[in-house]
């Protein structure tokens, strides 16, 4: 089992930049992909971003790509996703999910993710 808890959402003007934090239980988290969607208002949850479980493999949706990062500390449990030049497009509820990654390629699908956080909003002002 792995809990995963998001922090760091809130409002920003366009422009500006946000760090989200997703902390995770477990001792064999390392052993995890993970991956960030979002989904706003009326709209099918998206893919955002995802690192693989070794944090070698990143991969990012191609309205984010250049503007945010995603990294883990495995060390922390912790996956980070910078996010700078933010839109008011990219205003959402933002998750984090985790799926065990050990030997398997890293999935932009959220179906392929069993485990989920609560979300965290992200607003972003014009």
């Known amino acids: 089992q792995v809990q995963l808890v998001e922090s760091g959402g809130g409002l920003v003007q366009a422009g500006g930049s946000l760090r989200l934090s997703c902390a995770a239980n477990g001792r064999t988290f390392s052993r995890y992909a993970v991956g960030w969607f979002r989904q706003a208002p009326g709209k099918e949850r998206e893919f955002v971003a995802a690192?693989?479980?070794?944090?070698?493999?990143?991969y990012y949706a191609d309205s984010v790509k250049g503007r945010f990062t995603i990294s883990r500390d495995n060390a922390k449990n912790t996956v980070f996703l910078q996010m700078n030049s933010l839109k008011p497009e990219d205003t959402a509820v933002y998750y984090c999910?985790?799926?065990?990654?050990?030997?398997?390629?890293?999935?932009?699908?959220?179906?392929?993710?069993?485990?989920w956080g609560q979300g965290t909003q992200v607003t972003v002002s014009s």
């Open positions: 999910a985790a799926t065990y990654g050990l030997g398997r390629p890293t999935s932009r699908r959220p179906d392929e993710y069993g485990y």
């Open positions: 690192i693989s479980w070794s944090g070698e493999s990143t």
